[in-house]
């Protein structure tokens, strides 16, 4: 059965990925890179590698190679992005800080966001020893982290309009990732429960390293949050349209 990652983007073309990150990529795996000279022999390991797929005798990418490789996602899918917000109170209607609305392949848009949260996220100061200072961000860096990458990965890719948004508020830090949870996935069980709904983006980001394949991640969060007194909720939203993953100060809780 087709993935829906694995699906081919019917208006893009073999040329509309970007050979030289498919490179990158593969180095980092331990792997010979692609000959960019041969065409026909490049064509043929990048639909090994699943970044195409053949339809009809036509070579196309598919939305997971796109998505990871291509050299403008958001030209064929303008809502598989991130939206930042850091607002000045505890709601929209707060003064504005900053927003900023990220595109680019999966690995961009993750680092972009970290890096948009630490730009806005408040620090505070603890005297190591009586002598100097150490900055420490209010909520877990690496937690975060992990919250944008379970979003990036995780996320609904069939809900069309809709982006994953991060918010940043005075009391409190969300990241809202498009749809419900998959299969038999629940609140109560998804922390010892493993199941990927977009299989070949996993597979693409656990080769960049930002996640591992025995689906910890969301465990791992919920850890570090603990170890720092920082409260990690995990919810939907009513209508069960949003998975919400809510870091704020006081007791953690489900």
Not at 6 to 30: F, M
Request: hydrophobic share 35%.
């Amino acid at each position: 059965m087709l993935q829906f990652d694995e699906t081919p983007v019917i208006k893009a073309s073999s040329d509309s990925i970007e050979t030289s990150k498919v490179n990158e990529y593969l180095l980092r795996l331990g792997q010979s890179p692609l000959d960019e000279e041969n065409k026909k022999g490049l064509i043929q390991e990048l639909v090994n590698l699943s970044i195409l797929t053949e339809v009809d005798e036509t070579i196309l990418p598919s939305i997971g190679g796109i998505l990871a490789f291509g050299k403008n996602p958001q030209k064929y899918f303008p809502s598989y992005n991130i939206m930042c917000g850091a607002y000045r109170g505890n709601d929209f209607l707060s003064d504005t800080v900053r927003e900023n609305d990220l595109t680019g392949t999966l690995d961009e848009l993750i680092e972009d966001a970290i890096a948009f949260l630490k730009l806005t996220t408040p620090q505070w100061q603890e005297l190591e020893g009586g002598i100097r200072r150490k900055n420490e961000y209010l909520y877990p860096i690496e937690a975060i982290r992990e919250g944008i990458v379970n979003a990036v990965c995780h996320r609904d890719y069939t809900i069309i309009g809709t982006a994953i948004r991060v918010f940043l508020f005075d009391d409190r830090l969300e990241i809202r990732s498009p749809g419900t949870l998959p299969n038999t996935l629940t609140l109560d069980n998804m922390l010892y429960r493993q199941f990927t709904r977009n299989q070949m983006i996993a597979s693409f980001l656990t080769g960049y390293g930002y996640m591992e394949r025995r689906g910890k991640g969301v465990l791992r969060m919920r850890r570090l949050c603990e170890e720092n007194g920082i409260a990690c909720g995990l919810s939907l939203t009513p209508d069960n349209s949003e998975f919400v993953v809510t870091f704020g100060m006081g007791p953690v809780r489900n």
